[in-house]
């Protein structure tokens, strides 16, 4: 393995981009990246088996510095389309239409992979993706088109141009869910995965394998480059291995590294990202979701409540559990605000049987058999009174007000002739299932009464008794087949980004007589690295009496 | 009560050392003979940081739950996360611009913090049953934490553009100047000063572009790095809150419109760390990208709270106008 070429394949730049511009790389420095053709095919040939046939590649530089000649380092498209090319004519693969056929697909699919994991077209990807977000929170989302029509409207359209075909005709009303978003979001997905194939891979092939450099010069060329007199490269070995690096020494040569793991995780970041992707496709085709306002002591089907999303959503068995709300209640701080909601809830099975049994509040769901109930929301569902000893009787609360974080419910207890048109009665209103505001039929405040304490009031000559107040709870109901991947998804990203953080640091060094040649480069901190080597050399002592007969033993001994 | 008064007078502390801190900071910046007075800066540093975070442990106790549930508390978080990444660099003992940033930012949060524009969130707030969870900590702290140090990568960046633009600042002045000026001014000394030290030293006094280019390339290294911090820190702050909406929500991602500004502000960081995988567009047009997420990072953290809008509704307020 002839090593300079090995150190100028372990100089990509980087990720997608040095792929797609050839034109600065060839010229700029023609005899080593060409160099950077050959091995590489050389090593695919090599590794492959000759699979796929690479006949004729070593006239990468010449066929392909004329043609297109883009991306396409490592995979070799350019042979394939010459080989597709002139096969024909030539005659070698004449006859076999199939061979052609397959050439093409092979060079199509190549192009694309090419147009895919171009850097620019990833990068203005992006920059549509954020701003149609960015549109999605500016225009209000998910109303009626009459409100669209309302608010740009055509004969006075916003910023002079911007009118409600603007808005309708794409999607933007659901920005989220609309084709040109979604479609965005998959080209980026694919994007992805060509840049992960013909950039990303071949990088961390080539980053993988160690080499020695045998000339002082091109140790030199590195982005940090010192020598050391009077030093033994033995010594720097050491020195190295102390500050983490992994040390291979050859004869005069060394090579050190750390930090490989820095140049995996994009790969890793891009795998996670196309995870998510998936499990998110997952979740919008092959959900359930439902969600159910039951009053506190009734059940409910869970195959009632559910609403598939998608064409992939199937009900499973365990759609048939029965949930029963035992209990509903809520906890307040002192000053009245309430601190949590809680809902008992038991399951039955089919047979009847008691299958679980949870209290749920906010932010710690019951999970079961694949689904989810999470607690949402509350309501007050009824009063319990007793009116002069008799009853009690349930009067079912009505909401006033929904919106906002005050909730307000009230009903009405008619006091005689209830066939009238015009039924006085008392009013009682609540703001949560703690206190019960009392009017009279003239509208008068008269008192507040909490249900727990059965205090009497007297109202219009009528004793009224609270006795209980009746929550209704609201709860939402999920199975997400997608998100054990998206899980996954998370999991990987967090990691892979946290370890992309590191450097990917490499050094080479020589011995030239009594003098070590010492030079690096690092992929990302390089004022960190610059500054570690500069400790790092300060540390290799300094051989006062050498003559050449020790470093040529210490050579041979190791 | 005495939590009140032991919270007003950390506060009035921290301020007043950092005001301080910053005052020497400029003196040393003008008269460079004064060498003593940057090691009291540094002690005024550490004072701040002391009463800051006293602040936020006594905000713990007397509340009983982390101190991150409402605006008020999350900026003085997010000066105390200035302070952090400020100290960095310290412990590690090498020589790095970000002071010139982290100090002006943790006096112009807090300054904003105490103001009187948000004096009526200056009370602790109970906790809605949504925010009672674990997560809370994880991933408010974590976003606040990105936020901090994408804001010191960013305005790095900016400052890099400044630097770099210097002949026709003209242009930029008007549009950028006003809201980073302080930053900015420092490293305009800072670069002046090298400049004039470098001329001295050195007999080719025909380079002074090289003393420029450095500081250029010195800036560009800093701010790829910590804004690479920063997006590693704000993906987990993301992915913390997915997971908590997940358990919370009945859903891990709802496009709510802070989650989407998040997201927004993830994918312009994400362009800028692919952007530098260009050698060309390394440098400037990077910086450009970096600049953009400032703005980014303002409206996500604070454009969505004053609308109060959506889920995300905690830490909304108004202005009393």
Redesign the interface.
């Known amino acids: 393995m002839p090593s300079p070429t090995c150190y100028l394949l372990l100089n990509p ?5 040095s792929y797609q ?1 050839p034109g600065l790389l060839l010229p700029a420095a023609p005899t080593p990246r060409r160099r950077v053709h050959v091995y590489c095919d050389a090593q695919r040939r090599g590794s492959s088996g000759g699979g796929g046939g690479g006949v004729k590649r070593e006239a990468i530089p010449a066929g392909a510095g004329k043609a297109k000649k883009q991306v396409v380092f490592f995979d070799a498209a350019p042979p394939l389309s010459q080989r597709s090319g002139g096969g024909g004519e030539d005659g070698e693969v004449a006859g076999k239409k199939e061979n052609a056929a397959l050439g093409l697909v092979r060079r199509v699919t190549k192009r694309t992979l090419s147009l895919l994991s171009n ?1 620019p077209l ?2 203005s990807e ?2 549509a ?2 701003a149609l ?2 549109l ?2 500016v225009i209000d ?1 998910g109303e009626a088109p009459s409100y669209y029509f309302e608010k740009f409207p055509e004969d006075n359209p916003v910023f002079g141009f911007i009118t409600w075909r603007w808005i309708l005709t794409p999607g933007f009303d659901h ?2 869910s609309s084709p040109v978003f979604l479609g965005l979001l998959a080209l980026l997905a694919t994007s992805l995965m060509a840049c992960t194939y013909t950039t990303q891979i071949p990088i961390v092939k080539v980053a993988r394998r160690w080499s020695f450099m045998h000339s002082a010069g091109s140790i030199r060329k590195q982005e940090f480059a010192d020598s050391l007199p009077r030093a033994s490269i033995q010594d720097l070995g050491v020195i190295l291995m102390g500050y983490g690096y992994e040390v291979f020494t050859k004869g005069p040569s060394l090579y050190a590294f750390k930090g490989l793991a820095g140049r995996f995780a994009p790969i890793g970041v891009h795998i996670a990202m196309l995870f998510i992707m998936a499990g ?1 496709t997952l979740s919008a085709t092959g959900s359930f ?1 439902g969600s159910v306002d039951v009053p506190q002591g009734l059940n409910f089907v869970i195959g009632d409540v559910m609403k598939p999303k998608g064409f992939l959503s199937f009900a499973p068995d365990v759609f048939n559990t029965e949930v029963h709300v035992n209990r509903f209640f809520m906890e307040y ?1 002192d ?1 009245g ?5 809680y809902s008992d809830l038991s399951l039955f099975d089919l047979d009847g049987k008691e299958v679980m049994r949870k209290t749920i ?5 019951l999970r079961y058999g694949g689904f ?1 109930i ?1 607690q ?1 929301d509350w309501g007050f569902s009824a009063l319990q009174v007793k009116k002069n000893g008799e009853g009690p009787f349930n009067l079912a609360m009505a909401p006033l007000k929904l919106n906002g974080d005050k909730k307000l419910f009230g009903t009405l207890l008619p006091l005689e002739n209830s066939g009238s048109s015009n039924v006085k009665g008392i009013s009682m209103l609540a703001r949560d299932l703690q206190s019960i505001v009392l009017y009279d039929q003239e509208g008068k405040f008269v008192g507040v009464r909490r249900p727990s304490s059965k205090l009497p009031i007297e109202i219009d000559g009528n004793e009224i008794v609270i006795e209980d107040a009746i929550g209704s709870t609201g709860l ?1 109901l ?1 199975t ?1 087949p997608g ?1 054990p991947i ?2 996954a998804g ?1 999991g990987a ?2 990691l892979t ?2 370890i ?2 590191l450097s990917h640091s490499q050094i080479w060094a020589l011995q030239d007589g009594s003098t070590v040649v010492v030079g690096g480069k690092t992929n ?5 690295f610059s ?1 570690e080597m500069n400790r790092l050399l300060d540390k290799v002592p300094e051989l006062i009496s050498v003559n050449e007969n020790t470093i040529d033993s210490k050579q041979s001994a190791a | 009560m005495l939590f009140a008064t032991l919270e007003h007078i950390l506060t009035h502390i921290s301020f007043s050392t950092i005001s301080i801190v910053i005052t020497i900071h400029l003196i040393t910046l003008l008269v460079r003979e004064l060498g003593g007075l940057r090691d009291s800066s540094e002690k005024g540093m550490i004072a701040t940081f002391f009463s800051i975070t006293g602040f936020l442990v006594s905000r713990w106790a007397s509340s009983g739950h982390f101190p991150l549930s409402n605006l008020y508390e999350s900026l003085i978080f997010l000066s105390w996360a200035l302070y952090i990444l400020h100290m960095i660099p310290t412990i590690q003992n090498s020589k790095n611009d970000l002071s010139t940033i982290t100090t002006p930012s943790t006096i112009l949060t807090q300054g904003f913090a105490t103001s009187g524009l948000l004096t009526e969130m200056h009370q602790s707030t109970i906790l809605v049953p949504a925010l009672q969870s674990q997560w809370l900590m994880m991933h408010v702290s974590m976003m606040l934490l990105s936020y901090a140090t994408l804001l010191c990568g960013s305005l790095l960046s900016a400052a890099l553009l400044i630097i770099r633009f210097r002949k026709n600042l003209d242009f930029f002045s008007k549009k950028k100047k006003n809201v980073l000026s302080k930053t900015f001014f420092f490293n305009e000394i800072e670069y002046f000063y090298a400049k004039r030290s470098a001329l001295k030293s050195t007999l080719f006094p025909s380079f002074p572009n090289y003393y420029k280019y450095q500081l250029i390339e010195r800036l560009d290294s800093w701010s790829y790095r910590v804004i690479s911090l920063g997006f590693t820190l704000l993906t987990i702050g993301i992915l913390c809150g997915a997971v908590w909406a997940n358990e919370a929500w009945g859903s891990y991602w709802n496009w709510d419109p802070k989650e989407t500004w998040a997201f927004i502000t993830w994918t312009i960081f994400a362009i800028y760390l692919h952007s530098r995988t260009n050698p060309n567009w390394k440098g400037t047009k990077s910086a450009f990208v970096a600049s953009i997420g400032f703005l980014i990072i303002w409206i996500c953290y604070f454009g969505i709270n004053l609308l109060g809008i959506g889920l995300h509704s905690y830490g909304s307020f108004t202005l009393p106008i």
Do not use: W
Not at chain 1, 361 to 365: A, F, Y
């Open positions: 730049a980087c990720s997608c981009r511009r850097l990833a990068i992006m920059f993706i954020a977000m960015a999605g929170t989302q920005m989220f998110a979701k701080y000053s605000e309430v601190s949590q909601f509040k906010v932010n710690d769901p989810t999470y949402t939402d999920k997400d998100v998206v899980y998370f990203l967090m980004t946290c992309s953080y990302r901190a390089k004022l960190e500054e």
